[in-house]
């Protein structure tokens, strides 16, 4: 269930858009020891004329500013309660070096917004996670997977 959403400026090359979503789901499965088939990452290019900087279009600024000058980089983490603080920090921090490294960004524009769900107030195929969860661990008890 855990999934990050990067909202990025449109201009960043395929293969590095493709390289962040290997480096974050890497960092997410190693950080919360999460199986892979349980991450999503997903990434959100914005058109430069609907990304205001200051009320600017950003396709405007960036006639005379880098990309790393006027992109923000806006990440929104959903993590079901019961993650450690720890985890999250941690996920904070590996998420930002990945943009830096391989976006160019400037890491104090960068922004990680990481948030608890509510196992009871998050679906997973149409039933509370709380439900859903519970389901499979007592399949797991009981030897049925």
Known sequence: MPLAHLNLLRGHSREQLREVVQ????????VLDAPADRLEVWITEVDPDLWGVSGVPASELLRTQPMSAVEMPFVQ???????P??????????ITEILVRVLGSQR????VHSS?????KWGIGGQPASVRRAAEIAARRAGGG
């Open 77 to 83: 983490l959903a993590l079901l309660q019961g993650r």
């Open 116 to 120: 608890d769900a509510d196992p009871d």
């Open 23 to 30: 480096q974050v789901s890497s960092a997410m499965a190693r």
């Open 85 to 94: 603080l720890a985890q999250h920090h941690a996920l904070i921090g590996e």
């Open 108 to 111: 104090d524009r960068i922004r």
